[in-house]
């Protein structure tokens, strides 16, 4: 079965810096990747996808993730955070044989807090 | 209008009551889902159905039992009512059986078992 693990618990930066969440999976075959961001209370948006072609992909806001096969990771990246990006980030991967229906395997969630 | 609706928002009930909760879906999707969220944000899928159909059961105890009466909608009701079930349900849904498509999620259900 696949796995994501998410290397940062708990981030705390300043607005302006820049942002880098790591994201690893286990799974040997073809894999879609996603990054979702919950704000507070709310629920989980897609920030963005990769399912093929160009391994650097951009999303909503700002925020863009580069799929790198050979180290197994999908890394979110914003040049410069905002006070309102302050949210739960979630790596996912779909990777079952089973296709959509499989369902998504998320990472344990980044915490992201920016302070002003 | 909502793409995918839960309801209720908030739930607190006592522990061996049943409760249900519902979700709709109005983007024409064939897929729908039901995740857990714990209290330390982690999310993890129990159900997945296509068309009506059945896909993926994880290991959830059989209190939880879903039912999806037509594609655009699948409910969870929960039986005995445990306080380890307090968490967030999360329906979502997406097209078809592909890979290639993005979960859209609903509002969650925050259910508080006391």
């Known amino acids: 079965a696949q796995s994501v693990s998410q290397h940062n618990h708990h981030v705390i930066l300043s607005e302006a810096a820049s942002l880098e969440l790591g994201c690893n999976y286990s799974?040997?075959?073809?894999?879609?990747l996603f990054w979702y961001v919950q704000y507070p209370g709310q629920h989980l948006q897609l920030l963005l996808k990769?399912?093929?072609?160009?391994?650097l992909v951009k999303g909503i806001k700002g925020f863009e993730a580069e799929f790198i096969k050979s180290k197994f990771s999908f890394n979110l990246r914003k040049p410069s955070v905002q006070w309102s990006d302050t949210a739960e980030y979630f790596c996912?991967?779909?990777?079952?044989?089973?296709?959509?229906?499989?369902?998504?395997?998320f990472g344990k969630g980044t915490h992201l807090i920016i302070q002003p | 209008d909502t793409a995918v609706s839960q309801t209720p928002k908030y739930l607190v009930t006592q522990m061996g009551n049943d409760k249900s909760i519902k979700c709709e879906q109005n983007?024409?999707?064939?897929?729908m889902y039901w995740y857990k969220q714990d209290s330390k944000k982690f999310l993890k899928i129990m159900f997945s159905?296509?068309?009506?159909?059945?896909?993926i059961n994880e290991t959830v105890p059989n209190r939880f039992s879903p039912k999806s009466p037509d594609k655009a909608h699948l409910n969870l009701h929960i039986n005995s009512l445990e306080l380890g079930d307090s968490a967030v349900y999360f329906c979502?849904?997406?097209?078809?059986?592909?890979?290639?498509?993005?979960?859209?999620f609903g509002q969650g259900t925050r259910l508080t078992v006391v």
């Open positions: 990769y399912f093929s072609g160009d391994p």
């Open positions: 979502a849904s997406s097209r078809g059986q592909g890979r290639d498509t993005e979960a859209f």
């Open positions: 996912a991967v779909n990777a079952g044989s089973g296709g959509g229906a499989d369902g998504l395997t």
């Open positions: 983007l024409g999707h064939d897929t």
């Open positions: 799974y040997g075959g073809t894999v879609n």
């Open positions: 159905y296509n068309n009506k159909e059945l896909i």
